[in-house]
């Protein structure tokens, strides 16, 4: 089992470096061809900057509910969440009845069936979704939100919010971790004044690591990029002036391991939505995060 393991980490290794090389090559890596975060505009919003990756979006003048544009882009969230599991359960599918027949044959010819069919399924529970060598994955959605209310300086009490979510990719021996279809949101929403004088969002995605420090492939222009033998992070901030929301949304941000000679390994997964929020000379943060495997 040892070797066969050791085997196979190699192998995805391998697929790995491939995909890293490519995605230097073009500033950002490409490889999950279901990232479409930005493919769709919530209802009220306009596109204050964007590239060939993500954007950002503020809320257009003519807005005065607030409220529903919040609930309009979580209600975007959850139908994006919603589609991608319907997809990942039909190939679910697929992976577990190739795993058994994978593990049926395996079985006659090296006793190794029982392995082979349990592969299969944990393809199917993970989704479907396999890494660079068609091994299964431990996928997941995190999804966040947190509000908390505050008094603006010379203005009335209300509420700011702050909610995102981030679909992580992490194969069966967590070696390295992609995070795709990220999008986020944060938002003043109280009424006196209606606009803040300032917003600055962040999107923090993070790992917790041991071994050899990990590479960030694809993160946003501009972001803040650290790593070490301990853990590693890119974290992206814009900023917009004399409006009370701000969206995000970027397609793909990848954590690998430097070469497959070095031990490197992800845990403590995490992505957070940051929104700090400037009525003149005070300032209000709020901060919402989701993790896994910690």
């Given at each position: 089992?040892?070797?066969?393991?050791?085997?196979?980490?190699?192998a995805?290794?391998?697929?790995?470096?491939?995909?890293l090389?490519?995605?230097?090559?073009?500033?950002?890596?490409q490889?999950?061809?279901?990232?479409?975060?930005?493919?769709?505009?919530?209802?009220?919003?306009?596109?204050?900057?964007?590239?060939?990756?993500?954007?950002?979006?503020?809320?257009?003048?003519?807005?005065r509910?607030?409220?529903?544009?919040?609930?309009?882009?979580?209600?975007?969230?959850?139908?994006?969440?919603?589609?991608?599991?319907?997809?990942?359960?039909?190939?679910g599918?697929?992976a577990?009845?190739?795993?058994?027949?994978?593990?049926?044959?395996?079985g006659?010819?090296?006793?190794?069936?029982?392995?082979?069919?349990?592969?299969?399924?944990?393809?199917?529970?993970?989704?479907?979704?396999?890494?660079?060598?068609?091994?299964?994955?431990?996928?997941?959605?995190?999804?966040?939100?947190?509000s908390?209310r505050v008094?603006?300086?010379g203005?009335?009490?209300?509420?700011?919010?702050?909610?995102?979510?981030?679909?992580?990719?992490?194969?069966?021996?967590?070696?390295?971790?992609?995070?795709?279809?990220?999008?986020?949101?944060?938002?003043?929403?109280?009424?006196?004044?209606?606009?803040?004088?300032?917003?600055?969002?962040?999107?923090?995605?993070r790992?917790?690591?041991?071994g050899?420090?990990?590479?960030?492939?694809?993160a946003?222009?501009?972001?803040?990029?650290?790593?070490t033998?301990?853990?590693?992070?890119?974290?992206?901030?814009?900023?917009?002036?004399?409006n009370?929301?701000?969206?995000?949304?970027?397609?793909?941000?990848?954590?690998?391991?430097?070469?497959?000679?070095?031990?490197?390994?992800?845990f403590?997964?995490?992505?957070?939505?940051?929104?700090?929020?400037?009525?003149?000379?005070?300032?209000?943060?709020?901060?919402?995060?989701?993790?896994?495997?910690?």
């Amino acid at each position: 089992m040892g070797i066969a393991i050791r085997s196979r980490r190699s192998a995805s290794l391998a697929g790995v470096a491939a995909l890293l090389l490519a995605g230097v090559a073009v500033g950002v890596t490409q490889g999950a061809s279901d990232s479409q975060a930005a493919e769709s505009a919530t209802p009220g919003t306009v596109v204050h900057k964007e590239d060939a990756h993500g954007e950002v979006r503020v809320a257009d003048p003519s807005v005065r509910n607030k409220r529903k544009l919040v609930d309009a882009a979580k209600k975007e969230r959850k139908e994006r969440q919603k589609a991608a599991g319907s997809q990942e359960t039909a190939a679910g599918t697929t992976a577990d009845t190739t795993g058994g027949s994978t593990g049926e044959t395996t079985g006659g010819t090296t006793g190794g069936g029982g392995t082979g069919g349990d592969t299969g399924g944990s393809g199917g529970d993970s989704g479907g979704h396999g890494d660079q060598s068609g091994f299964p994955t431990r996928d997941q959605w995190l999804d966040s939100t947190k509000s908390s209310r505050v008094s603006p300086e010379g203005g009335a009490p209300g509420e700011i919010s702050a909610a995102g979510s981030s679909f992580v990719k992490v194969p069966f021996m967590e070696y390295y971790a992609i995070f795709t279809d990220t999008k986020s949101d944060v938002a003043w929403l109280g009424g006196r004044p209606f606009n803040a004088d300032s917003i600055k969002h962040t999107d923090t995605w993070r790992i917790g690591s041991v071994g050899a420090p990990f590479l960030v492939v694809g993160a946003p222009e501009g972001a803040a990029v650290k790593s070490t033998g301990s853990s590693a992070e890119a974290s992206w901030s814009t900023s917009v002036e004399r409006n009370w929301y701000s969206q995000h949304a970027y397609d793909q941000v990848a954590f690998y391991p430097p070469n497959e000679a070095d031990y490197s390994n992800v845990f403590r997964i995490s992505h957070s939505v940051t929104g700090t929020f400037q009525f003149g000379s005070s300032f209000f943060t709020v901060t919402s995060q989701d993790r896994a495997y910690s």
